[in-house]
């Protein structure tokens, strides 16, 4: 389980990531690496008053595949991520994201537990592209 809270699109959102992975180590040893992919069930949540006043939350499903090598020791414990993940928007809840939604997570940076990464939200092929940010807790 990976929490996260995610900027796009003009709103928050947070987000919870379920999933199974394997990872390997490419080289042994301090200065070596190790190799991950997984599949993920992402879903988001937002939060939207009505009309009412009353808050109504929304949600939607992303369906993740990820790779990612990190180092075996990371300097100061910092480092840049070598990661790349692609998902698909499999449930949709409210008018923020369309019909066939991809989301493209791009290399960031970590701290620790903390993960900061750049993210690209589409939908077909590269049309309504827009920015977004992710920050997640690695909690295992």
Not at 102 to 121: D, M
Not at 123 to 128: A, E, G, H, S, Y
């Amino acid at each position: 389980m990976k929490p996260s809270i995610a900027y796009a699109r003009g709103n928050a959102f947070t987000a919870l990531s379920f999933g199974a992975a394997y990872n390997y180590s490419k080289t042994r040893g301090i200065n070596g690496s190790r190799l991950g992919f997984g599949l993920y069930w992402e879903p988001q949540f937002s939060f939207q008053s009505n009309a009412d006043g009353r808050i109504r939350t929304h949600r939607n499903d992303f369906f993740t595949f990820r790779f990612e090598e990190r180092n075996n020791n990371a300097y100061n414990n910092f480092e840049f991520l070598s990661t790349l993940s692609i998902g698909y928007l499999i449930r949709r809840s409210g008018n923020y994201f369309e019909k066939n939604t991809f989301r493209l997570g791009l290399p960031g940076a970590a701290s620790g537990r903390l993960q900061i990464e750049p993210e690209l939200y589409f939908n077909d092929v590269f049309k309504n592209v827009s920015p977004g940010i992710r920050m997640s807790l690695r909690v295992w």
